[in-house]
């Protein structure tokens, strides 16, 4: 017990505070790079002093990247995806059960089921949950284009796979009741072998396989 | 032997301790020295390592020593016959961390239970002069110690009253229409859970109460009566508010209205107690609350007596500690300024006891 450093060594960081970088060049880069979420003061300097050490090919490669994410990317036309195209990848694979839709939050789900190779249908990415807190209602989410899927794409079962929070639950509640009235389709959520309260990118790639091999009726979630 | 101990507690910028190291021995110990040189503070960062955050007030923020950047709290313990390690970290800009035996924690609230302890502090007194949701907090956080279904129900209840008004707030007074049936609906389900086990509670502490009382004297018979805010159908209720919650922008009713009525010989503590009274039903109700973790966790939870003899004279507080000395007790840690008073406390036991003093620190 002698070392009372913590591993996050706010002693030096403290000192910051009274830097002046000397350079207004290197002081924008920190300021731009601390902009990012997770990204202290400290680590922006970290990695701003990291490039300026880098090679200068492996920097235009990094702002190219960065041009590219910005101008181009694009959103599925279908599934709401982030994609390089107009309908992604996965929406365009021919060999997809087009019957069998599973509704995420956004695009870590999809790579997370997708990881876990128990899924063979398509997504639609709701692009965020309903909180009322963070001012995401209905209407700030892909509601519309997903109800109007159902009937044209011949949809027979519905899948929610949102994070087991109070966010992911209003989020499953409000698209239940809002399915038009007398459609013929099974609404099923992952069953919730993931942890009460985790959201989805917690769980670990085998039992997120599991919970959606062993989905259960919507209804039966609202039990408890 | 306790089968719960600190044996040695080191406080990095932690509120007045700049730096300071305790080696303490497994039944009393005795924190002396004047106001101001943090007698308190020792048993504040005992109460974060219990419960992850503060008993005496203030926040996080607040416990960062005045100038520093971050505190930290490490400490040894025993428990159960293993030793272990405890650390918590926290600096405004990162989130606080808890590590046990080297691991950090993802989620405090697994730790709730592990070390467990009691506080009987002057600022006790909020509970019977302060309002309702004091009463609510101390029920809350005994019964969420051991007991995580409480615990797991009890936070989904927060967080979907939280939306819910968010919801109610942000409409502006228009219905909110569809999107508040989830709401309602999970805010009854929570409370279907939680109602019974706030009864429970108040069923399964009251005998110990009773006895504490008995013994402790200032009054024949203390009870405590659990009255929910709503008795019936929450969903129903909801639904016939509904109108004056859009237009007041808030949930009014619910079980964030709940109260816990204590009183003494058939009257309300609150409306009725004399101050001695009220003191000596606040030790009985702590003592009441020891027992019943400790029935629980099975595990003897520290005991943290700040300023003793602000609800006792020399004579119960000497009754007091004889109690505290038998087995059913743990480890226990008493704060006073004045250094006779604690060693007459602790005359003749010896090694079961040792006293601390705090000293200021030499410029
Ligand atoms: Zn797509």
Redesign the interface.
């Known amino acids: ?1 002698n070392n ?1 450093r ?3 060594a ?2 030096l ?2 000192n910051f505070a009274h830097l002046e970088y000397a350079s207004r060049i290197l002081e924008q880069a920190v300021e731009a790079l601390g902009r990012l979420p997770g990204i ?1 003061r400290k680590t922006a300097l970290r990695l701003a002093l990291h490039l300026v050490r880098s090679k200068p090919e492996y920097n235009h490669q990094l702002v190219e990247a960065l041009v590219k994410l910005t101008d181009e990317i694009k959103r599925c036309r279908v599934c709401h995806n982030l994609s390089d195209t107009d309908v992604c990848a996965i929406c365009t694979q021919p060999k997809r059960d087009t019957h069998l839709l599973c509704v995420v939050e956004d695009i870590r789900d999809v790579l997370a089921i997708e990881a876990t190779g128990q899924f063979n249908g398509r997504y639609h990415v709701l692009g965020g949950l ?4 963070d ?1 995401i ?2 209407a700030e989410l892909e509601i519309d284009s997903l109800l109007a899927r159902l009937e044209p794409e011949a949809i027979r079962e519905l899948i929610f796979a949102l994070g087991a ?3 992911g ?2 989020t499953a ?2 698209l239940f ?2 399915l038009p009235p007398g459609i013929e389709i099974r609404v099923t959520a992952i069953s919730r072998g993931i942890g ?2 985790d959201p989805l990118e917690f769980a670990d790639e085998l039992s997120l396989g599991r919970s959606i091999v062993h989905r259960i009726p919507y209804e039966n979630t ?1 039990q ?1 | 032997m306790s089968e719960l101990w600190l044996s040695r507690l080191e406080l990095t910028g932690f509120r007045s301790h700049e730096r300071a190291e305790f080696e303490f021995v497994s039944k009393f110990n005795g924190l002396v020295g004047d106001n101001g040189l943090g007698k308190t503070n020792v048993l504040e960062a005992i109460h974060y390592l219990s419960m992850g955050k503060p008993y005496f007030g203030g926040n996080d923020r607040q416990s960062v020593r005045e100038g520093g950047d971050f505190f930290l709290i490490k400490a040894l313990f025993s428990r159960l016959g293993r030793d272990e390690d405890l650390e918590l970290a926290y600096a405004p800009a990162e989130r606080k961390q808890m590590k046990r035996n080297g691991k950090p924690l993802d989620r405090l609230a697994d730790h709730l239970g592990v070390f467990p302890a009691v506080v009987i502090a002057p600022r006790d007194q909020e509970l019977v002069d302060g309002p309702a949701e004091e009463r609510r907090r101390f029920a809350d956080q005994v019964i969420s110690q051991s007991d995580r279904t409480y615990l797991n129900a009890l936070t989904r209840y927060q967080q979907l009253l939280k939306q819910r008004n968010a919801l109610l707030r942000s409409a502006q007074g228009r219905d909110p229409g569809e999107q508040l049936a989830f709401f309602d609906f999970g805010l009854a389900q929570a409370a279907e859970e939680l109602i019974p086990l706030r009864a429970r509670f108040c069923d399964e502490l009251r005998p110990w109460l009773e006895a504490f009382i008995d013994r402790i004297g200032g009054g024949e018979q203390a009870s405590m009566v659990y009255q929910p805010d709503v008795e019936g159908s929450i969903t129903e209720v909801l639904e016939r508010n509904r109108a004056q919650d859009v237009r007041m922008g808030y949930t009014r009713r619910g079980l964030h209205k709940d109260e816990f009525e204590w009183s003494l010989d058939g009257r309300v503590l609150r409306h009725f107690g004399s101050q001695g009274q009220q003191k000596s039903f606040l030790l009985a109700l702590k003592l009441a609350q020891y027992a019943l973790l400790r029935s629980k966790l099975e595990l003897t939870p520290l005991l943290l007596l700040d300023d003793l003899f602000d609800k006792l004279d020399a004579r119960r507080a000497g009754r007091l500690i004889e109690l505290l000395r038998t087995e059913e007790y743990g480890q226990v840690f008493v704060t006073d300024t004045h250094p006779d008073r604690i060693s007459a406390l602790f005359e003749g036991m010896g090694e079961e006891a040792r006293i601390h003093r705090l000293t200021p620190t030499p410029a």
Do not use: A, N, Q, W
């Open positions: 017990m009372t913590p591993h996050f706010p002693l960081r403290s202290g309903i909180s009322p807190m001012g209602g209905p929070t109070v966010e639950d209003s509640f409000y009741r809002k009460v309260g609202l408890r």
